[in-house]
T-cell receptor, first 116, second 114 residues
Framework: DTEVTQTPKHLVMGMTNKKSLKCEQHMGHRAMYWYKQKAKKPPELMFVYSYEKLSINESVPSRFSPECPNSSLLNLHLHALQPEDSALYLC???????????????FGAGTRLSVL | SQQGEEDPQALSIQEGENATMNCSYKTSINNLQWYRQNSGRGLVHLILIRSNEREKHSGRLRVTLDTSKKSSSLLITASRAADTASYFCATVPYSGGGADGLTFGKGTHLIIQP
């Protein structure tokens, strides 16, 4: 099973709403990632979790709050977003073997978020 | 942050022809990967080339890497309509300790005309 599952596929929210994006993988990967992709642009890294601990935060505004409850799950909590936060949010996972850098990532289909 | 330019930004060719796209990057790398993305969906890993390799093949794909020029190219031979997608190069930093985010190039949108 090489699947990364993201829910929901689409989300529309107002600027005062609180919502969460969910990502799940059952490949035994210990590294998980959130990326943001605007239309016709490449993905941009937001967060990296390694062994359930946040290892990289690319200076993302605090209205985005990641959470890794266990090795299979990754959440992204959204609060007080702005219209410019509308984008495709992609989750990925990779097998992390300490001392071996390869980092082939498996991506979910993404959540398309619209902030009104 | 983005690594650099991808060239061309868009490419339209006839089915059966070969497609070549190029990528440049800025920092020292451990490896460079190519990914495909169909219509704003998830990305799919295609091929990985390490910094000490110069050329790699996988099926109809051929990738080259020139670390002195910090550039890579992806060649897709005998293109098919199903190859229509956006293609991104992505780098893993040299100093990477395992779980590093990928830094993507701007991408090439490839259209295969039937």
């Amino acid at each position: 099973d090489t699947e990364v599952t993201q829910t929901p596929k689409h989300l529309v929210m107002g600027m005062t709403n609180k919502k969460s994006l969910k990502c799940e993988q059952h490949m035994g990967h210990r590294a998980m990632y959130w990326y943001k992709q605007k239309a016709k642009k490449p993905p941009e890294l937001m967060f990296v979790y390694s062994y359930e601990k946040l290892s990289i935060n690319e200076s993302v505004p605090s209205r985005f709050s990641p959470e890794c409850p266990n090795s299979s799950l990754l959440n992204l909590h959204l609060h007080a977003l702005q219209p410019e936060d509308s984008a495709l949010y992609l989750c990925a996972s990779s097998q992390e073997v300490r001392g071996l850098v390869k980092n082939i990532q498996y991506f979910g289909a993404g959540t398309r978020l619209s902030v009104l | 942050s983005q690594q650099g330019e991808e060239d061309p930004q868009a490419l339209s060719i006839q089915e059966g022809e070969n497609a070549t796209m190029n990528c440049s990057y800025k920092t020292s790398i451990n490896n460079l990967q190519w990914y495909r993305q169909n219509s704003g969906r998830g990305l799919v890993h295609l091929i990985l080339i390490r910094s000490n390799e110069r050329e790699k093949h996988s099926g109809r794909l051929r990738v080259t890497l020139d670390t002195s020029k910090k550039s890579s190219s992806l060649l897709i031979t005998a293109s098919r309509a199903a190859d229509t997608a956006s293609y991104f190069c992505a780098t893993v930093p040299y100093s990477g300790g395992g779980a590093d985010g990928l830094t993507f190039g701007k991408g090439t949108h490839l259209i295969i005309q039937p």
